[in-house]
């Protein structure tokens, strides 16, 4: 869990641009899914910031082909109000 908040910090810190932090991010929480090392109470606010880093899309002329495709305004969003709830919890 440390791991993925230290990612999370890094992508607002702007050490991990946002196309970075789409790849890694997924990548760590799948691992951490996989061993089974994350508590419940986090899964669903963790879910959404993995699935928005999927839908993440750089180039602003893929997303006009697609409306599910989201820019790194709404994924900055979206991870924020993710990390309140973690914060939160």
């Known amino acids: ?28 929480y799948l691992f951490h899914i996989y ?12 879910d959404d910031i993995s699935e928005a880093c999927g839908w993440y899309e750089p180039n602003p002329l893929h997303r006009q ?6 820019g790194e305004e709404e994924l900055r ?3 924020l109000e993710k990390y ?3 914060q939160s919890t």
């Open 35 to 46: 061993e089974g090392n994350i508590d419940e109470q986090y899964v669903d606010a963790l």
């Open 77 to 79: 969003k979206i991870v």
């Open 1 to 28: 869990m440390n791991e993925l908040l230290h990612c999370i910090e890094k992508y607002f810190n702007g050490e991990l641009s946002a196309e970075q932090f789409s790849y890694e991010f997924p990548s760590i």
């Open 65 to 70: 082909d697609d409306d599910g495709y989201i």
């Open 84 to 86: 309140k709830i973690l």
